[in-house]
C-alpha cells in the first residue's frame, strides 16, 4: 500500500463472536495526512460493556476446563494468522499509528515471537507440584482467574495486545479486550480472527475511552485487570478496581537512563542509543529517554549525537525514503511541542535536525523534527518526565557514584542501560540502578532476553510482569490441596 492509497475500514464491537454496530462511530485520521480519513470504528455504551463481559463470564464456565493441548493449538492459529496477514496488517498499523511501515512489520514479528515464547513457556508451566509423605498428599495447582479485562495504548498496539491475549488464552482465562482509540484498527482486525478460532465470549472486544473503560474496570465479573499505559490512568484503575478488590497488573511508562561509561567505544554505542531512543518516534515505554555522558566526553559525544540525528528524512510512515515518522496524536503532538518551547526558554540548549521529506504534508501530520538537547540542568522537565517523543536531553556526569544516584532520582523504573567496554564494571552498575530491566551495552531484549525476560517496571513503572514464564503467573490462581490420609 503506497502512502497515497486510503481504504477506510470499518470496525464494529465483537461480543459472543459476533459484530455489534453501534448508534456511534469515531473517525480514525493518519496521524501523516490527517486529511485521510482511514477507518470508522463503533463506540461502546456501557450496556454494551456488560454484555461484553457477561458474554466472557459464560465461555469462562467451560473454556476454563480446556486442554493444554486445544490452548496451544490456537496460540498455533494465531502465530499463522500473523504469519499470513503480516504485511497487509502493518499497512493498517501504519495508517493508523503513524508508525514506518518497516516498524510495523518488526511489531508483527515481536508479535509472533511473543505467541512462540508463551507457547514454549506454557509447556513447562503447568508442571504439577503433588508431594507425598505417610500423612498426607498436597497438591499446588495452577487455575485461571476468570474474565481479564485487557487495556492497551496505541503506541505499539499489536504486540501489546498479543501479549496479554497469548498467556491469558492459554491459561484458561476469557478476555475482554479495550484497543486504544488512537490505534484501535489492526489489534480489532487480529482480534476477530483469533475469536473465530476459540468458543463465542472467549475474546471479545469493545471501544471508547474513559468511560468504557471505567465500566469495564468496574464490572463485578472481570476478576483482573492487565493494563499497559500510563500511571495517571493507571491510578484511576486502581480506585475503580478496589471497591471489588481485583486483581490488578500494571504496564506503566518509563524514564529509562542510559549511562555512558568513560571507557565506551562512542562511535559504536551512539547509533545504539540513538536507534533506541527514536524508535517510533521516541514513543516507546522503555525507550531511552535520557542519556548521561561523562564530562571528557561531552561535547565530542554531542557532536557526533547531531551527526547521526541529522540524518534522518522524516516523513510518511508508508513512504519509502522516510526513516523518521510523526508521533501519533494531537495530545502528544503538542505535549512534545510545548515541550520544546519550554526548553528553548531555558538554559539548556536545543536543536531540531534532520530532513522534512514533504514539506507540503508538514502540517498535514503531526511531524515533528527530532531534536538534541545539551546543558541541561539534571533536575530540568525534560530530563525528569516521561517525554514520549523526538527529543533526547544529554546531561553531563563526574563520578559513577554522582551517575547512579542521578539515573535514581526518579519515580519512574522501567528500562534503563549502562554502556561500557567493560562487562564486569557495566554489571557493578546495573546492580544499582532501581528499574525492572537493565541493559548493558543494548536496549532491548535479545532473543534469549525475550524468551526469559520478565518485562516490567519498579516503583511507579509498573505492578507485575509481562512475558517470560513469570509473566504467565499473572493469569493464574493457585489452589493448594490437602488430603489428611
Ligand atoms: P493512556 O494511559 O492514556 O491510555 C491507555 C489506555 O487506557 C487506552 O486504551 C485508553 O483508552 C484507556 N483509558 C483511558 N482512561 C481510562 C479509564 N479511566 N479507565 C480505563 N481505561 C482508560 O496511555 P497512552 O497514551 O495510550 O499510551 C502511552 C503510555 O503508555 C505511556 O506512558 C507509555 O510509557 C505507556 N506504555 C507502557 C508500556 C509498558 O509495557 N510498560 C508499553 C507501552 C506504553
Known amino acids: 500500500m503506497s502512502a ?7 470496525i464494529q464491537l465483537l461480543i459472543n463472536n459476533q459484530e455489534v454496530a453501534t448508534d456511534k462511530y469515531v473517525e480514525v485520521r493518519d496521524p501523516g495526512r490527517l486529511t485521510d480519513v482511514v477507518g470508522r470504528v463503533a463506540q461502546a455504551t456501557v450496556e454494551h460493556v456488560n454484555t461484553a463481559v457477561e458474554a466472557a463470564h459464560s465461555a469462562f464456565k467451560t473454556w476454563r476446563h480446556s486442554t493444554l493441548e486445544e490452548r496451544l493449538e490456537v496460540l498455533y492459529k494465531i502465530e499463522n494468522l500473523l504469519k499470513d496477514e503480516g504485511s497487509e496488517l502493518a499497512a493498517t498499523l501504519s495508517r493508523e499509528n503513524g508508525v514506518l511501515y518497516s516498524t510495523s512489520l518488526g511489531e508483527i514479528d515481536l508479535a509472533i515471537r511473543a505467541v512462540q515464547a508463551t507457547v514454549k513457556n506454557a509447556k513447562s508451566f503447568f508442571h504439577p507440584i503433588i508431594k507425598e509423605d505417610g500423612d498426607s498428599w498436597v497438591s499446588i495447582e495452577k487455575r485461571p482467574i476468570g474474565v481479564v479485562a485487557g487495556i492497551v495504548p496505541w503506541n505499539a498496539p499489536m504486540v501489546l495486545t498479543i501479549q496479554k491475549v497469548a498467556p491469558a488464552i492459554v491459561t484458561g482465562n476469557t478476555l475482554v479486550m479495550k484497543p486504544s482509540p488512537n490505534s484501535p484498527m489492526g489489534v480489532s482486525l487480529v482480534l476477530k480472527k483469533i475469536a473465530s478460532f476459540l468458543p463465542p465470549g472467549v475474546i471479545n472486544v469493545i471501544h471508547g475511552d474513559a ?12 476478576r483482573k485487570i492487565s493494563f499497559t499505559g500510563g500511571g495517571q490512568i493507571a491510578k484511576y484503575i486502581m480506585k475503580d478496581a478496589a471497591d471489588s478488590l481485583k486483581n490488578i497488573h500494571f504496564e506503566l511508562g518509563g524514564n529509562d537512563p542510559a549511562i555512558v561509561l568513560d571507557d565506551a567505544d562512542i562511535d559504536d554505542i551512539i547509533p545504539k542509543i540513538v536507534g533506541s531512543a527514536f524508535r517510533r518516534s521516541g514513543q516507546v515505554c522503555f525507550a531511552i529517554k535520557r542519556v548521561y555522558v561523562p564530562e571528557n566526553l ?9 551527526q547521526f540525528v541529522d540524518q534522518y528524512k522524516v516523513g510518511h510512515g508508508l513512504d519509502e525514503k522516510a526513516t523518521f515518522a510523526p508521533v501519533n496524536n494531537k495530545n502528544q503532538y503538542d505535549q512534545v511541542n510545548q515541550l520544546i518551547e519550554r526548553i528553548k526558554n531555558s538554559n539548556a540548549k536545543i536543536v531540531q535536525l534532520g530532513e522534512k521529506l514533504d514539506p507540503e504534508n508538514w502540517d498535514n501530520g503531526f511531524y515533528i523534527l527530532p531534536a538534541v538537547v545539551r546543558d541541561v540542568d539534571p533536575k530540568q522537565e525534560i530530563v525528569t518526565c516521561e517525554q514520549f517523543g523526538p527529543i533526547i536531553p544529554l546531561v553531563s556526569y563526574q563520578t559513577e557514584e554522582e551517575v547512579v544516584k542521578m539515573a535514581n532520582d526518579t519515580e519512574y523504573g522501567l528500562g534503563s542501560s549502562i554502556w561500557t567496554g567493560n562487562f564486569d564494571r557495566g554489571l557493578r552498575i546495573a546492580r544499582q540502578i532501581e528499574a525492572g530491566m537493565t541493559f548493558i551495552n543494548g536496549s532491548g531484549q535479545s532473543h534469549l532476553g525475550y524468551e526469559l525476560m520478565p518485562f516490567g517496571g519498579v516503583k511507579q513503572s509498573g505492578i507485575g510482569r509481562e512475558n517470560s514464564e513469570i509473566g504467565l503467573t499473572e493469569f493464574i490462581e493457585y489452589h493448594a490441596i490437602n488430603y489428611h490420609k
Open 4 to 10: 497515497q492509497e486510503v481504504q477506510v475500514k470499518e
Open 211 to 222: 468511560e468504557v473503560g471505567s465500566a469495564l474496570n468496574k464490572h463485578r465479573h472481570v
Open 298 to 306: 561531552y561535547d565530542t559525544f554531542y557532536e557526533k549525537v547531531c
